[in-house]
């Protein structure tokens, strides 16, 4: 008889990760749900708008802040999307399926990018509030702000980058099945 090998014994690294970020999806997609009922009962261009009328300030947004604030319902609704397809991803991470072990790598990799995209766009609204308020020393300091920020980017880009390289090693990648058989 020929008897088969024991799999591969499961990491507490990837049993970790996956409840964790399980969570995370799901709290996103519940917050997303909220400000679903929050966008629609106030709009946030028309609050801006008129904060800015009281006060008597131009309300010249940068092109990508104006962007953002007229789309924020497609925003969100991609935002919870993603919670909910991350949610999904992580319970593939944690029952050791195939396709939740590649999902994650991929939302690690997007991740990078979303997370420089961030670091651009919150640069932007600080200028145009630099700009809005005549205020040379946030000016000054945005130099400052903006390695610190880029340096904690490449920070969390190196994180993510050392998870996929684990996620790729053989021991990993024996613990997850395939076609309906764990590697061995």
């Known amino acids: ?6 799999p591969a ?7 970790v990760m996956a409840w964790i970020s399980l969570a995370i999806g799901i709290m996103g997609a519940v917050g997303g749900l909220m400000q679903v009922v929050m966008l629609l ?5 028309d609050m801006l708008q008129s904060l800015f009328d009281q006060f008597s300030l131009p ?5 990508s802040l104006e962007w953002t604030l007229t789309h924020l319902e497609l925003l969100n609704f991609l935002s ?15 029952k050791r399926f195939e396709w939740g072990r590649l999902g994650f790598i991929v939302f690690l990799a997007m991740s990078v990018v979303l997370i420089f995209g961030s670091v651009e766009m919150f640069l932007q609204m600080l200028d145009w509030l630099a700009k809005l308020f005549n205020d040379l020393e946030l ?3 945005e130099r400052q702000i903006r390695n610190l920020l880029y340096a904690a980017a490449g920070v969390l880009a190196a994180m993510h980058g050392w998870i ?9 990648r024996a613990e997850f099945e395939h076609d309906g058989h764990r590697r061995h």
């Open 1 to 6: 008889m020929t008897s088969i090998p024991a």
């Open 9 to 15: 014994p499961r990491s507490v690294f990837i049993t």
């Open 139 to 141: 000016a000054e300091r």
């Open 59 to 63: 309300l010249n947004l940068s092109p």
């Open 164 to 172: 996929i390289y684990k996620l790729c090693t053989h021991p990993i």
């Open 80 to 94: 919870t999307l993603l919670s909910a397809a991350f949610a999904w991803v992580s319970y593939g991470l944690l």
């Open 41 to 45: 009962a106030f709009s946030p261009a």
